[in-house]
Nanobody, 124 residues
């Protein structure tokens, strides 16, 4: 079992930065791939970023955030982060943390575990 709790959302102006955090519980966290998704009002949930559990820390990003967002993890603290820079109004959404043993499953949006989400609002 893995429980995920997101934090760090808020209201910022365009061009600002935010760092989202995802705190995980569970003894098997170190062997779970992790990801971030987002869902804007009246839109479907979409993939943002993912990171493998291996020592290579392989990362993947949606084209819309590549170069602006960075996903990272700290296995010792059981934390996953999403550093978001140069925020745009179109980044406004509820952001969700996801976990699954298989990286491909995370990227496909079919993770076994999901957090409750944290709201990010970017004003233009």
């Amino acid at each position: 079992q893995v429980q995920l709790v997101e934090s760090g959302g808020g209201l910022v102006q365009a061009g600002a930065s935010l760092r989202l955090s995802c705190a995980a519980s569970g003894r098997t966290f170190n062997t779970y791939a992790m990801g971030w998704f987002r869902q804007a009002p009246e839109k479907e949930r979409e993939f943002v970023a993912a990171i493998s559990w291996t020592s290579y820390r392989t990362t993947y990003y949606a084209d819309s955030v590549k170069g602006r967002f960075t996903i990272s993890r700290d296995n010792a603290k059981k934390m996953v982060y999403l550093q978001m820079n140069s925020l745009k109004s179109e980044d406004t959404a509820v952001y969700y943390c996801a976990a699954d043993p298989v990286l491909g499953t995370v990227r496909a949006g079919r993770s076994e575990y999901w957090g409750q989400g944290t709201q990010v609002t970017v004003s233009s």
